[in-house]
């Protein structure tokens, strides 16, 4: 393992492999995998016709599951896993002399809320499969709390990296040191908070996301009942106060599950990869505005849309289950 200077490829840099979670804890999903696994599925068959994918089966249920449903077009591989959320768990691979390296970090359940077995131990496994050397790295982070643009920015929120819950009494210059050293970057754009009830403490990948260098994606409000309208506003404010190019897109506005307490539902928690970005849906009004205004966005990409409110119920969505590996 080396500490020589690393860099961090953004998403839309070419990648080798998709990795993707499969659900195997019944209790995270109501005792009902059905709708979480057939709206995996759908995605894992439109990612497949870009790239090879591979799905992490914690268990052997999990895995006899995933070959049945996606099989024919998915690597089954069984690692340990708590749940799905490999963005989180897994492996962040960096570049540089030496090739490829695969930064982990340690795993808390975001804050101790979510304790799954398995889950401080996807990362390296899934680093040994790649075959990429581990760097370890003693600091709790996880993966969807950072976005990079490859130039040397990276995104983040106060509300999860200056979480107590993480790193103790972490600073802002505690934070932007362990950054750097991990990922090669130079500049550290700090927003506030996430969307209301998102129980990784505002996750980054679900309010903002670079698209270019220098050029960042967020949400505008939808509906007047929209609840993180005040939230969003201010993400932007931020973002072109960072001096930033920022674009926006339709939020799904107000998403929930019968009870009218909001759920943490984001258009902005797409995953990018070679030839496509997959966008999770939740509402037709709202969606379909929403994939329109990413095509111009995206050149040379499929904007492809898929279900995705039966993985929202087990707290996300397709960034927060996916982690790519660089070519």
Request: with cysteine.
């Amino acid at each position: 393992m080396t500490d020589a200077p690393r860099f961090l490829p953004p998403e839309w840099a070419p990648q080798s492999a998709l990795w993707c979670g499969w659900p195997r804890l019944a209790d995270e999903w109501g005792g009902d995998f059905d709708g979480a696994r057939s709206d995996i599925a759908a995605f894992v068959r439109a990612a497949a016709a870009f790239l090879p994918v591979k799905l992490a089966a914690g268990s052997d249920e999990a895995a006899q599951s995933a070959r049945a449903e996606v099989g024919d077009v998915a690597e089954i591989v069984e690692v340990p896993t708590g749940d799905i959320w490999l963005r989180d768990t897994g492996p962040i691979v960096t570049k540089g002399e030496g090739g490829k390296q695969a930064e982990t970090f340690r795993f808390n359940g975001w804050g101790g809320k979510y304790l799954m077995p398995g889950d401080t131990e996807t990362a390296a496994a899934v680093a040994g499969i790649e075959g990429i050397e581990v760097r370890a790295h003693d600091v709790v982070l996880e993966g969807g709390a950072i976005d990079v643009d490859g130039e040397g920015r990276l995104l983040t929120t106060r509300q999860c990296l200056l979480n107590p819950n993480r790193n103790g009494d972490w600073t802002e210059a505690d934070a932007e040191a362990a950054l750097a050293k991990a990922f090669g970057v130079s500049e550290v754009i700090w927003l506030g908070d996430g969307l209301l009830n998102d129980h990784t403490d505002g996750h980054v990948d679900n309010i903002a996301r670079f698209i270019a260098p220098g050029h960042v994606l967020c949400q505008h409000p939808t509906g007047p009942d929209d609840p993180n309208a005040e939230i969003l506003l201010a993400i932007e404010d931020s973002l072109r106060g960072a001096g930033l190019m920022v674009t926006t897109i339709s939020s799904p506005g107000l998403v929930h599950f019968g009870d009218g307490k909001p759920v943490p539902a984001s258009h902005i928690n797409f995953t990018i990869t070679n030839g496509a970005v997959l966008v999770p849906t939740y509402d037709e009004r709202f969606s379909l505005v929403a994939l329109a205004e990413l095509g111009p966005l995206f050149p040379g990409r499929k904007i492809i849309g898929l279900p995705a409110l039966n993985i929202l119920r087990g707290g996300g969505s397709f960034h927060c289950m996916t982690r790519e590996i660089p070519a």
